[in-house]
């Protein structure tokens, strides 16, 4: 690699100077900060600064977001302490998501086989009712399918299927998710 020949090629932060260096010295503190445990305060703030997020979204304390302006959150989100949306490109998380404790979403990476190390970056999306476990990663251009779960600590740079659970490094899929009903468990109490 040369890295002293590192560009960003074509890409752009997506805001003017002015309001990457509010986020990075006002925004980002208080929304990081263990002092302001309010999530409505912080999805207010947030929503200042260009993300778009629906109602009753919980934020821990400790989130990181690199850029608010790429991140749309549905309605009734969980966002678990220390959380890391390292989004230089969009992040999309659909309704009833939670995203535990130090989960990490990464929309960039670099091409190893660039002797200028070419940053690349995809979006990340996680569909309705899917949860990403504790010290959980998801790469750049993946797509968590509905209901999906990525277990603890497992890693995943690929897509994952709807309803399924998926562990390890790399992330395998393990079994189907399955509803628990009311009507589902009566009958297998038969």
């Not at 850029?67 to 490109?89: H, K, M, Q, S, V």
């Not at 690349?120 to 750049?140: K, Y």
């Not at 995943?156 to 468990?185: C, D, F, W």
Request: proline share 5%; with cysteine.
């Amino acid at each position: 690699m040369q890295l002293n020949e590192f560009t960003v090629g074509d890409y752009t932060p997506g805001a003017s100077l002015l309001k990457q260096m509010l986020w990075f010295f006002g925004g980002d503190p208080i929304v990081r900060s263990r002092f302001v445990p309010f999530s409505s305060f912080k999805v207010w703030l947030l929503r200042r600064f260009g993300a778009e997020i629906g109602q009753q979204v919980r934020f821990k304390t400790g989130v990181k977001i690199k850029f608010p302006w790429r991140l749309t959150i549905g309605d009734y989100c969980w966002i678990g302490e220390d959380a890391w949306f390292d989004n230089i490109a969009p992040i999309m998380l659909e309704e009833n998501v939670c995203i535990s404790q130090s989960v990490y979403l990464c929309t960039g990476n670099h091409d190893w086989f660039d002797p200028n190390f070419k940053l690349m970056a995809a979006p990340i999306h996680i569909e309705a009712g899917s949860w990403i476990a504790a010290r959980a990663c998801v790469g750049a251009g993946v797509t968590i399918g509905k209901g999906a779960v990525l277990c603890l600590g497992s890693v995943t740079g690929r897509s994952l299927e709807p309803m399924t659970i998926y562990a390890g490094n790399p992330a395998v899929p393990i079994k189907k998710r399955v509803k628990n009903t009311l009507e589902q468990k009566q009958l297998e109490q038969q």
